[in-house]
């Protein structure tokens, strides 16, 4: 069969013959439909996690003016699911500090979508303190501790933002807060005239985060266990652990004297580690107290804190090395 070709000759055609093809033209375009896309741009400003964290050793910031230390790195991640739970775009983003203001944006369909931005620091650019698994979904999706014991580097910053995108462009402004809280454990009062070392000892519960939900989880056994062992020549000492929230933080101190004999000490149970909620513990092993104090409102030169020893010799800066 011979197909007929039919030519439109426009220069024959009245003006109702052209509007009539204009019509018939769009009509037709307008049966695929032209999906209109939008931008959602994200802000952080992780600055605020430590702008307030002082060492009450020596009252300096933890992180001066937001840096970290040489090899470390502040990573800030964001994660982007659709209305289904599904992950749309995971994008991580590495600063030198937390004063370094951290921005993304995504060209996006009209529709609901969560947005969630998480800073946590690394060590050449590796995942250091925490990890993230299941990311592929936010049913599943967690954050949950990484092969290293979270100390000083252990920040754990979260912010998490439902927006409909309808018509129009959205941006967002973020200031993420503490997943955690930073305790300094100031174990004092160690009497070495009949004490050899003390060996203390906190479990780590829990270690995990669910994003979708809010809540924490416990999916391993950990715990910190740390030995103090001056020879006689200090009488106290700091340590450093970013701890996830804990109705019952269980620290157990043993003692050894001369003999190596071990004298087992006092369990505490210490309730409410609470998110933002920084601490110093003051562990005073000749009495078997327990001080509990807001980091923000100590200082060196407390009555909670005994400076008598930082005058000896130079092996406390290596003690108090930031973990």
């Keep these: ?149 979270p100390g000083i580097n252990g920040i754990l910053g979260f912010h998490k933002d439902v927006v409909t995108i309808n018509g129009s462009a959205i941006n967002l402004s973020v200031a993420p807060q503490h997943l955690g809280a930073l305790y300094v454990f100031d174990i004092c009062n160690v009497n070495y005239s009949t004490i050899r070392y003390v060996a203390y000892k906190y479990y780590l519960t829990p270690d995990t985060y669910l994003i979708n939900t809010g809540t924490f989880s416990t999916s391993g056994s950990y715990y910190s266990s740390d030995t103090f062992d001056d020879g006689g020549v200090y009488s106290e000492y700091y340590d450093y652990k970013y701890l996830l929230p804990n109705s019952k933080l269980a620290i157990e101190d043993d003692t050894y004297d001369k003999s190596n004999k071990l004298i087992k000490g006092p369990l505490c149970s210490y309730a409410n580690v609470a998110a933002g909620q920084h601490k110093i513990l003051k562990i005073d092993i000749g009495n078997s107290t327990y001080i509990s104090t807001t980091l923000a409102s100590v200082k060196s030169s407390s009555s909670l804190i005994n400076k008598s020893y930082l005058k000896t010799n130079n092996r406390v800066s290596a003690a108090l090395k930031l973990k």
């Excluded at 430590?50 to 840096?67: C, I, K, W």
Aim: glycine share 6%; aromatic share 10%; with cysteine.
């Design 1 to 149: 069969m011979q197909l007929k070709r039919h030519t439109i000759s426009l220069g024959k055609m009245n003006g109702n013959g052209i509007i009539i093809l204009l019509i018939l033209f769009f009509t037709s375009c307008s049966g695929d439909e032209v999906q209109k896309n939008y931008q959602l741009s994200v802000q952080v400003n992780n600055y605020s996690l430590v702008q307030s964290l002082v060492n009450p050793y020596d009252n300096t910031n933890f992180f001066s003016n937001g840096a970290v230390d040489d090899g470390y790195a502040v990573r800030t991640t964001f994660l982007l699911y659709d209305s289904s739970g599904s992950l749309v775009s995971q994008v991580s983003t590495i600063k030198s500090s937390f004063s370094e203001n951290v921005s993304v944006s995504k060209v996006l369909e009209n529709g609901q979508y969560t947005v969630i931005s998480i800073v946590d620091v690394v060590y050449n650019n590796l995942d250091y303190c925490w990890t993230f698994k299941n990311l592929s979904n936010l049913s599943s999706a967690s954050i949950t501790m990484a092969s290293k014991i």
